[in-house]
């Protein structure tokens, strides 16, 4: 169960208010994934405010309608960015982002 504070940034970062639909300049639902994980990821940390990275991945992939065949292209997106020492993702983040994908 999220407190307030959780709820309300989980609302800012899934609000697809402003969706393009079919517009091929929109990014995957693969690459909107990876987004807004980050962001919630970033968020709770900028706040030190403690979350379940694997409800959060649930609750993501359900918002962002991603199935299993987003899973190697969500899986590449991250591998990428977990490369990029300017990135700022902890280990135990991206430990459990690898399992989750591994249990998909």
């Known amino acids: 169960m999220k407190d307030k504070d959780q709820q309300l940034l989980w609302e800012a970062y899934t609000d697809r208010s402003g969706s393009l639909g079919d517009d ?3 990014p995957s639902p693969a690459a909107d994934f990876v987004v807004a994980v980050s962001e919630m990821i970033a968020a709770y ?3 030190a405010m403690s979350f379940d990275t694997t ?3 649930d609750n993501v992939a359900a918002e962002t ?3 299993d065949s987003h899973l190697g292209e969500i899986a ?3 591998e990428d960015d977990f490369r990029d020492p300017d990135a700022g ?3 135990l983040e991206v430990e459990a982002i690898r399992e989750w ?3 998909q």
């Open 24 to 26: 091929p300049t929109v």
């Open 45 to 47: 940390n900028e706040r």
């Open 55 to 57: 409800e959060l991945l």
């Open 65 to 67: 309608n991603v199935d």
């Open 76 to 78: 590449q997106i991250f």
């Open 89 to 91: 993702w902890q280990h």
């Open 101 to 103: 994908l591994r249990t």
